[in-house]
């Protein structure tokens, strides 16, 4: 089994819709970060949390929202998606011990009509 | 602000062939990470560089990192077509935040 995964893998929604990105990892990490990719822009971060209790704002936090419901689980929220989030988005995972490299999940390929 | 510039964006080689692709980074770091991305695919970790002048090799890839220079490269030898793919390099802050990523060298690697 994976050790990050995210669903859903792809969505389509329309203007105004709320949506919820989830992510979970089995890899026993602490810290979690939410990623956008456009292309030709590289990967953004959005929100990053090094803990339960800690979240932070990324680069372009503005439009999402996200909760971290336990160690393992950290969740990405559109209130009001508009069709310029239509974009890939990753969550990735990292040891706050150690070398923190950062793993990623599949991705998540959402599109906003 | 960290800013991390890679170059060339756009590689076409010939199988065969040897290139170096270049990471500049803007801010003091120790870390720096390259990954590999596969057309609609995730992010694949290459190499870690925790250290001035650290080299690390896997295949036909090198990777090498100058901390005074601010500059990392990856190095390709030999280019084979399964290295076709995007190549990103990432920096730590060193301020515990998060990494700061390139926009990617997209390589295509033709017979």
């Known amino acids: 089994d994976a050790d990050v995964t995210q669903t859903p893998r792809n969505r389509i929604t329309k203007t105004g819709k709320r949506i919820m990105l989830e992510c979970s990892q089995t890899?026993?990490?602490?810290?979690m970060y939410w990623y956008r990719q456009d292309p030709g822009l590289g990967l953004r971060l959005i929100y990053y949390?090094?803990?339960?209790?800690?979240?932070n704002k990324g680069e372009i936090s503005d439009g999402y929202s996200v909760s971290r419901q336990a160690q393992a689980k950290f969740s990405l929220s559109l209130e009001s998606a508009i069709p310029n989030q239509t974009a890939l988005y990753f969550c990735?995972?990292?040891?706050?011990?150690?070398?923190?490299?950062?793993?990623f999940g599949p991705g998540t390929r959402l599109t906003v009509l | 602000e960290l800013k991390v510039e890679q170059n060339p964006l756009f590689l076409s080689m010939q199988e065969g062939k040897n290139y170096t692709i270049y990471c500049n980074y803007s801010?003091?770091?120790?870390?720096l990470y390259w990954y590999r991305q596969d057309p609609g695919k995730s992010l694949e970790s290459l190499f870690v560089?925790?250290?001035?002048?650290a080299v690390k090799q896997e295949g036909r890839l090198m990777a090498s990192l100058d901390t005074k220079a601010r500059l990392s490269t990856l190095h390709i030898t030999a280019a084979v077509h399964d290295l076709s793919a995007t190549y990103f390099c990432?920096?730590?802050?060193?301020?515990?935040?998060?990494?700061?990523f390139g926009k990617g060298t997209s390589l295509l690697v033709t017979p």
């Open positions: 990735a995972t990292s040891d706050l011990e150690g070398i923190d490299e950062q793993f």
């Open positions: 890899k026993g990490h602490d810290r």
């Open positions: 949390s090094f803990d339960v209790k800690d979240i």
């Open positions: 801010t003091t770091s120790d870390r």
């Open positions: 560089l925790l250290s001035n002048g």
């Open positions: 990432a920096v730590d802050s060193n301020s515990g935040y998060a990494l700061n």
